[in-house]
């Protein structure tokens, strides 16, 4: 069974800095999705990154950029030039084909000013 | 194009009570998932649809169902509420099965008393 975890419960940047989230997963499948969500304390969830695992190329996407390791099962996430709208929990998720998403237990991020 | 919408948002319920909750996709979205949220158990899937049809189904007691109709809107029942029933309900959108992006709703608040 596929599992996701990530180590970091909490987190904490300063405004303008950079911060690294981790994420690590357990599959057997050599075809599969990685997703970064946020939610902030709103609720609303939404998507922040996206990754193929058949793509080598980290995907990108304005301040936010990912670390993808395909041999080593893993899938950090980094913020850069943190802002205050950035805290929130932050969950990766992992996906095969036709089966359903699995995210992990969410990092909860702080921005401080 | 309007995002996902799901209603109600708020519900206070008393144990014994069934309750039925709506998700309306985004245009042209055939997929929908459902996911329980809970402080202690996380983000869990409770099933996805794809053309009326339940295509992935978690690990949760039959008191849950779901359905989705022709124009891809769903909703998902929980008969003989408890208590530990109380959580945020999120339902996800996408294109279509597989690999595509899911996109979330606001969700819905329940409190079974």
């Known amino acids: 069974a596929q599992t996701v975890t990530q180590s970091q419960p909490e987190m904490s940047v300063q405004e303008a800095e950079t911060v690294t989230l981790s994420c690590t997963y357990d599959?057997?499948?050599?075809?599969?999705?990685l997703f970064w969500y946020k939610q902030p304390p709103s609720r609303q969830m939404i998507l922040v990154i996206r990754q193929e695992a058949y793509k080598q190329q980290n995907a990108t996407e304005n301040r936010f950029s990912v670390n993808f390791q395909k041999a080593a099962k893993s899938f950090s996430l980094k913020i850069s030039d943190s802002q205050l709208g950035d805290a929130a929990m932050y969950f990766c998720a992992f996906k095969t084909s036709y089966d359903k998403v699995i995210f992990g237990p969410g990092t909860s991020l702080s921005v401080i000013p | 194009k309007a995002g996902v919408t799901q209603t109600p948002r708020y519900l206070i319920k008393t144990r014994g009570q069934q309750v039925t909750l709506s998700c309306s996709p985004i245009s042209g979205h055939r997929s929908v998932s459902w996911y329980q949220q809970t402080p202690g158990q996380g983000l869990q899937f409770l099933f996805e649809?794809?053309?009326?049809?339940?295509?992935n189904k978690g690990n949760f007691p039959g008191r849950f169902s779901g359905r989705q109709f022709s124009n891809s809107r769903s909703e998902m029942n929980v008969s003989t509420l408890e208590l530990g029933d109380s959580a945020l309900y999120l339902c996800a959108s996408s294109w279509t099965v597989g690999g595509e992006t899911q996109y979330f709703g606001p969700g819905t608040r329940l409190l079974v008393l």
């Open positions: 649809y794809f053309s009326e049809t339940q295509r």
């Open positions: 599959t057997s499948e050599s075809d599969y999705y």
